[in-house]
């Protein structure tokens, strides 16, 4: 077990047993994206650009800021990532401000500390403090982000594809009014339509499956339409005139 001192960096993963190959990269990528996705929240939707250190016969992956990253930025990350590992480890989802990309890795890395016959004890490190990492995590999460109830409507956003854990394509539309991307389940015949608009703005219309505080989790898709692009709107000097009675736009 890895003490504070053996910590050179402020962000780590202690791994307490030893994985096959193929559990350690998933691993390590759940880690790796649930740092990206909780830096990228307060840096414009970007992740900021780490470099990884790991020692030869350590258990430890660790995470530095890439030279590029300001100490500025650097400093409001590590206190982000932080505040969020603290919320996921008191089970306080309410106040991690984390949208549906982090959780699903912090759901992974907690479900990933179970193995056949036994579990895996990991720690999260964050500035020299420990938190343990388990499965309880992801039950939390699971029973948080769960479908409440459904009801049918429209939603307005960018229409996105992440890799879902199967290797497989998964929609999503994203809005800055919703802190969490909502997952879209399209049907097989809709299917090109959606890759035609991809990073597009679309309104979907369809039965929408919400969350307990009342937020959309996801959306059973029954039509899709593409929306315009902003430069596609007709300006103020377009429409200067259009409206009835001498009405005139300042």
């Known amino acids: 077990m890895a003490m504070a001192d053996d910590m050179t960096s402020d962000i780590a993963l202690e791994i307490g047993a030893d ?8 691993v390590a990528r759940a880690f790796f994206g649930l740092v990206e996705a909780v830096t990228a929240v307060g840096h414009a939707g970007r992740p900021l650009a780490w470099h990884v250190r790991v020692r030869e016969g350590s258990n430890i992956l660790a995470l530095d800021p890439a030279p590029s990253v300001s100490p500025a930025e650097a400093t409001a990350a590590i206190d982000r990532i932080d505040s969020a590992v603290r919320a996921l480890v008191s089970g306080d989802l309410a106040e991690t401000l984390l949208d549906e990309e982090a959780l699903d890795n912090a759901r992974k890395l907690s479900d990933l500390a179970t193995v056949k016959g036994g579990a ?24 948080e982000t769960k479908p409440a109830y459904r009801d049918f409507g429209s939603i307005e956003g960018t229409l996105n594809a992440i890799q879902d854990g199967a290797g497989g394509l998964e ?72 409206l009835s009675d001498g009405v005139a736009l300042e």
């Open 171 to 242: 929609l999503r539309i994203r809005d800055p009014l919703w802190r969490r991307a909502i997952k879209c389940s399209v049907p097989e015949e809709m299917l090109d339509a959606a890759m035609q608009y991809f990073r597009q703005r679309v309104e979907v219309f369809g039965e929408i499956y919400y969350r307990n505080d009342d937020t959309p989790h996801s959306i059973r898709v029954h039509r899709l339409v593409h929306l315009p692009n902003d430069d596609d709107l007709p300006s103020i000097e377009d429409v200067r005139g259009l």
């Open 19 to 26: 994985l096959d190959p193929g559990r350690f990269v998933a």
């Open 120 to 143: 895996t004890p990991m720690r999260l490190w964050v500035r020299r403090s420990s938190f343990n990492f388990g499965p309880d995590i992801g039950e939390v999460i699971r029973d």
